[in-house]
């Protein structure tokens, strides 16, 4: 009988002792710099020493998220940084997404698991070979998954590798790995985990204002006992490294009690309800019965929703949770003016009344939305105490620099052979050729035409950004057929699609835009794969980019004009008309298009670094890509600056 291991999240010391006390099997959690949940407090090395030391007197597994990108100026940062970490802390695993990290922390001294972050977007079954030939041993899943796509990713696992999968907490609208929202709208980026959450805003489509973009959460619950079916699958992973510890703790105790005693669903349901997590449903998990997280009537802001505002000259609310002292208060949304934490300071029975002290300096709209964010519950208090006892007594070594003599061997790179200048486009419509002296070569979207698109041998056939196990074989038929035909140009779109290519070191395979590449050792790693050059991050700063150019290994591209999306989703709110402009809080304007099975929000103005064309060249760029929507005449495109994150630093 297959027992997975729950993993259990951990923003901060009292979250992560929250985890000790519920009985967790195991607990991941991130650094104070490369996590991918840089908004959680998170830790030191010094505190995951000891933290450390303290799980694994009572058996408990840890892993370390160092799972955002990496640009090119950190890479001597995060190998002291793993220097230290092999050193000093005593854990079981890396989360990452960047398999350039894989070679790095093997020359610190690391023997243990790799994990590959949801970000990573491995989403079809091929694509876990590729992983496990990078040095992977574990794949988280997406959550978008079907059970069905579940059982046919486990149905095809390599021997050697195995499978996570989350089984509750909060769903971003975007697939994991596919959205540049945050990081469009103001520099930071949820790749580096800086997301300041922008599809949780309200979005206007003419007159119809609501939170369009905004997810409920996601629960397995009940339905565990068939993922607990799947083998393959060995860890069930609990989101929220930004909740808190009471959340942590009961979400633990639920899924515990769903897995070991599954008749007892009344406790686990009453565990879950205790934690003050959103409205939750389960997605796409029966394909029979999905249910859109986007369809829901109640608030998607985080915590226990417990009441509206009334009478907003002396603001209270009618409780529909009892409150305890110590409970925090979320009133409205983070977008709100009047946005503001409150603390309880004696309980309030269910149905009484509360009355806020009203600080702001913007009038509280009446009707608006209260949750509670965290709890303090004594019985969990007095056990979060006795484990902080404990902690206080854990000896570890003083946390010091760590010299290494010699330069890692993923620096040691040849020079980076020449390549001829390349002017691409890509267009999801007719082919577009812009006027003035550069010729440009064609790139063809695989997929259009549900992968019928005709080719020539001239042609760069390009991949999409998602590739769902049900578009495996197609995929890969289509490229079979096409190679057959005479083409050697391609561009992938996530590292894994190299899996679709018998013999790439034959072909002429570029890595994306889509992959997210932002530094030389990760571009090294590629090359060894067979990869013949790569196009990077277009969502990189100047600086990055010019510095790629010095160090890449292999020829470079960049995406010089593009109709970027914001983010690509498998679903769209049923309120929400494609093809029709809408307006953020701030005035952007964005549409949704629908290409193949997924959606792609586009805001109405354009990438365009065509300005910065002749010194991408002396810094050493070949291939420029232009990438090209079909604009829907109800939207007009605006004029202004297209230079996304060029001129700021990328947080």
């Not at 760069?460 to 035909?485: G, M, Q, R, T």
Request: contains cysteine; glycine residues 6%.
């Amino acid at each position: 009988m297959n027992i997975p291991k729950i993993l259990a999240p951990a923003g901060d010391t009292t979250c992560f002792l929250a985890a000790i006390a519920a009985g967790a099997d195991a607990i991941y959690c991130g650094l104070k710099i490369f996590s991918a949940r840089m908004e959680a407090q998170n830790f030191s090395i010094e505190e995951l020493a000891k933290l450390t030391a303290l799980a694994k007197s009572k058996n408990i597994e840890v892993y370390i998220a160092l799972n955002s990108i990496i640009k090119e100026s950190e890479q001597e940062k995060i190998i002291n940084i793993l220097n230290k970490l092999c050193t000093f802390v005593d854990f079981d695993g890396l989360i990452i997404q960047d398999p350039g990290i894989i070679p790095l922390a093997r020359q610190a001294g690391f023997k243990k698991q790799f994990h590959l972050s949801t970000l990573g977007n491995c989403s079809f079954p091929s694509g876990l070979t590729t992983a496990k030939q990078m040095g992977f041993d574990k794949v988280v899943i997406p959550r978008e998954f079907t059970i069905d796509e579940i059982k046919e990713m486990a149905g095809s696992l390599p021997e050697g590798i195995e499978l996570e999968a989350f089984i509750h907490g909060a769903l971003c609208y975007s697939v994991s790995g596919r959205c540049y929202w945050s990081s469009w709208f103001g520099g930071k980026s949820a790749l580096r985990g800086r997301c300041v959450q922008p599809c949780r805003r309200v979005y206007d489509q003419k007159g119809v204002k609501k939170r369009h973009f905004s997810c409920t959460d996601f629960s397995w619950d009940v339905l565990v006992k068939v993922l607990k079916q799947i083998p393959q699958i060995t860890t069930w992973k609990i989101e929220g490294r930004k909740k808190s510890p009471h959340y942590v703790y009961y979400t633990v105790k639920a899924y515990k009690t769903l897995r070991d005693d599954p008749e007892n669903k009344k406790t686990a349901q009453s565990y879950l309800d205790y934690a003050m997590g959103r409205e939750s449903t389960h997605y796409n998990l029966l394909s029979q019965r999905i249910i859109s997280p986007l369809d829901h009537l109640s608030e998607t802001a985080s915590g226990l929703f417990t009441g509206r505002i009334q009478n907003p000259a002396a603001p209270f609310f009618i409780t529909r949770e009892a409150l305890l002292p110590q409970d925090l208060l979320r009133i409205g949304f983070e977008d709100d003016k009047f946005h503001s934490i409150q603390k309880v300071t004696r309980a309030i029975p269910k149905k009484g009344k509360f009355f806020l002290d009203k600080k702001s300096a913007f009038r509280i709209k009446k009707g608006t939305p209260v949750h509670i964010i965290d709890r303090r519950a004594p019985e969990l208090m007095v056990q979060i105490q006795v484990l902080e006892n404990e902690l206080e007594k854990t000896q570890t070594p003083p946390v010091r620099p760590v010299i290494k003599t010699g330069s890692p061997e993923i620096f040691h790179k040849a020079k980076k052979p020449s390549s001829r200048m390349i002017n691409l486009t890509l267009s999801r419509g007719k082919f577009i050729q812009k006027s003035g002296p550069r010729s440009l070569e064609r790139a063809v979207w695989i997929s259009s035409q549900r992968y019928c698109a005709p080719s020539s041998r001239q042609d760069w056939l390009f991949l999409d950004p998602l590739v769902f196990p049900d578009e495996e074989n197609i995929c890969s038929d289509y490229i079979a057929k096409a190679i057959k035909k005479g083409a050697k140009n391609f561009i992938i779109n996530s590292l894994w699609q190299l899996s679709l290519f018998k013999t790439p070191e034959q072909l002429n395979i570029w890595a994306g835009p889509f992959c997210n590449i932002t530094n030389s050792m990760t571009i090294q790693v590629l090359k060894n794969r067979g990869v013949s050059g790569v196009i990077v991050s277009p969502e990189l700063d100047q600086d990055t980019v010019m510095l790629l150019g010095k160090n890449s290994p292999l020829p470079l591209g960049i995406v010089i004009f593009a109709n970027w999306p914001l983010g690509i989703s498998r679903i769209i709110s049923s309120d929400l008309k494609l093809n029709q402009a809408f307006t953020s809080p701030m005035g952007e304007v964005s549409w949704a298009s629908k290409h193949n099975n997924n959606y792609y929000i586009f805001p109405n103005w354009p990438l365009d670094l065509s300005s910065q064309k002749a010194a991408l060249e002396n810094a050493g760029y070949s291939l420029f890509m232009d990438m090209h929507e079909n604009i829907p005449n109800t939207i007009k495109l605006k004029d202004r600056p297209g230079l996304w994150n060029w001129n700021i630093k990328l947080l």
